[in-house]
């Protein structure tokens, strides 16, 4: 039996988290299947980021539990799992070509060709630094080698957040491509408008809890409105 096809793709059972005295999750408890397009949407300080980092192994949780295809998390997890944080991570003194390389070397799942056919697309060279590169293409860069593995789970924290709207539309395109149907993503956002048309499903976070985890179609047929009108009535001010 092969565990990673027979299981959840995701369950996480009342996962606690908190650091001082701000509560990043509260006995959180959710369940992902495989093949869905997944908006984690919420205000700042929901929770979001949390749950992202902790999903992917770089942070714990202070109690509950997390797997990823049936396994803790660990290293048969993580090998699952491309994970994109918020900020960029690379230094800026290296070399696209470094960044591809250093990927290569680390996930066994990488696609360099693919990897490079979607920079060339994108106009970036290969020995161009990364200093050279504005931030917004530096950023660009990290998402499509993030999207450039053939992974089980893609996390995507925050990634149009920061950019214009032409970028926007780059950004949520170069995922489109890249997306498999077997696999899943899990885009965290406040930008409900931009992502909504893409969506499958979507989980709302308040305060480190889940307040609904639900198919778009809940929203459109149920409730007669856009994820995005949705959402905006739900944190109104």
Known sequence: MNMEQNNPLVVCSGLTKTYGSFTALDHLDLTLERGRFIGLLGPNGSGKTTLLKMIAGVAHPM???IRVAGYEV???SKALVSYLP?????SRSMRVREMIAYFADFYEDFDAALARDML????????????ALS???VEK???TLVMA?????Y????PIGGVDPAARDYILQTVIRAYRPQSSIILSTHLVRDVEAFLDDFILLRYGQMLLHAPVAYVTQEKGTTLDAFFREEFRC
């Open 149 to 153: 593995r053939h992974a089980a789970l």
């Open 141 to 143: 860069v990290q998402l």
């Open 155 to 158: 996390l995507l924290d925050e």
């Open 135 to 137: 931030k917004g293409t």
């Open 63 to 65: 109690a509950g539990d």
């Open 74 to 76: 660990g290293p048969e």
């Open 120 to 131: 060339a697309r994108l106009g970036v060279p290969e020995d161009a630094p990364t200093s």
């Open 86 to 90: 918020e900020r960029p991570y690379f």
